[in-house]
C-alpha cells in the first residue's frame, strides 16, 4: 500500500470571488500603548492570494475582476466569509466588497 502524502488544498475562486488574507493590524499604537486583542477591530486590509476568472453579464461576455495575486487591497469591514484552511485564515470576498487597491 503506497505511503499517504499531505497534499495541501488550494482555494480557487469561483465568478467575481477573490481570496484574501488579512494583513496583521498593528499591536501597538505610536505613543507606545499596547492594543489587546479583545479591542482590536476586524482588519480592513488583505493580500489578494487568488482571483476568480469574473462573472459574466446579460450578454455572456466574462467581466474580468482589475486584481492580481499579491495586490493589497482595502476592503469593507464586516465584509467577506471566513474560512480556515491548512491552518491559514483566508476571506472570501464579493468583488464589489473591495474599496480599493493600496499602492505604494
Known amino acids: 500500500m503506497p505511503a499517504k502524502t499531505a497534499t495541501k488544498t488550494e482555494l480557487v475562486p469561483l465568478a467575481d470571488r477573490i481570496v484574501v488574507t488579512a494583513l496583521k493590524q498593528e499591536e501597538e499604537t ?4 499596547i492594543i489587546p486583542d479583545t479591542v482590536k477591530e476586524k482588519p480592513q486590509q488583505g493580500e489578494v492570494i487568488s482571483v476568480g476568472p469574473g462573472k459574466m453579464d446579460d450578454h455572456g461576455n466574462r467581466i474580468t475582476i482589475d486584481l492580481a495575486a499579491g495586490d493589497r487591497i482595502l476592503y469593507a469591514k464586516y465584509a467577506g466569509t471566513d474560512v480556515k484552511l491548512d491552518g491559514i485564515d483566508y476571506i472570501v470576498l464579493n ?3 473591495i474599496l480599493c487597491k493600496l499602492v505604494s
Open 95 to 97: 468583488e464589489k466588497d
Open 30 to 33: 505610536a505613543s507606545g500603548i
